[in-house]
């Protein structure tokens, strides 16, 4: 049974293809359904940490939860890539690994389009030369590029769908 959709695909091992991808119509599988979970649980986690009033000790607790929600969800990740996991799946591990190829350069490009100069990338960052000290720029400037890349991302989603919808 595949773990993406539900279904019982015929799963070769070879690279990810995406064509083979689920049409966005379908019941989300085991997979997706659990990852999504961790991450909504975190990010309630997350907000909680941001009430007022709460003690260390809360802050603590609330800090480790967040950050074991976390590693739960990207070992998934490292899961489907390992051959002897039973949640191998070498195409979406090259699905994921090529998703977040293409924000990272799709997100170099943005930067450089704002003529900022990029001085090193990797797997899920970039170090970017904003040529300011200035703390307060420097934030304004990231939270402009968090924006541009979020925006990027979700017209990214909505055309996937409307293509798989057709």
Not at 28 to 56: C, D, F, N, Y
Not at 148 to 153: I, R
Request: charged letters at 25%; one cysteine or more.
């Amino acid at each position: 049974m595949c773990i993406l959709c539900c279904k019982a695909c015929a799963v070769e091992d070879e690279d990810y293809d995406e064509s083979l991808l689920p049409e966005p119509g379908l019941e989300p599988g085991i997979l997706p359904t659990e990852i999504r979970r961790l991450v909504e649980s975190r990010r309630h986690v997350r907000q909680l940490m941001k009430s007022s009033g709460i003690s260390p000790d809360l802050m603590a607790q609330y800090d480790i939860r967040q950050r074991a929600l976390k590693l739960t969800a990207n070992s998934l990740y490292g899961c489907l890539g390992f051959s002897n996991s039973r949640f191998y799946a070498k195409r979406l591990a090259a699905l994921v690994t090529g998703k977040g190829r293409e924000i990272l350069m799709k997100t170099r490009d943005l930067v450089q389009a704002m003529n900022l100069d990029v001085i090193y990338g990797d797997t899920d960052s970039l170090m970017i030369a904003t040529g300011t000290l200035e703390i307060d720029e420097v934030y304004r400037l990231g939270n402009r590029i968090k924006a541009e890349v979020y925006f990027l991302l979700l017209v990214a989603y909505v055309c996937h769908c409307k293509i798989f919808a057709v």
